[in-house]
């Protein structure tokens, strides 16, 4: 039952959609040992976790994880 957690509610901080996180696409890294979960409409790896704390609607939020748009 510890997929329970994976369906919390997340809002990609890219692209701002909002979506569950079983939603969310594996993709596997060029190295294929890690296994990110990616957001389904531009596969953004970062994320708000909405169920966590209250949405800031307005807040424009450097993401320190962001390395640009995955090419491959
Ligand atoms: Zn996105």
Redesign the pocket.
């Known amino acids: 039952m510890a997929n329970l957690i994976q369906d919390k509610e997340v809002q ?1 901080t ?4 909002k979506h569950k996180f079983s939603e969310r696409i594996e993709k596997r890294k060029k190295n294929f040992v890690f296994v990110s979960m990616v ?1 389904p ?4 790896e970062s994320y708000f976790d909405l169920s966590e704390k209250e949405v800031q609607d307005d807040d424009d939020v450097f993401d320190p994880d962001y390395i640009g748009p995955d090419e491959d």
């Open positions: 990609c890219r692209c701002r959609n957001c409409r531009c596969g953004g």
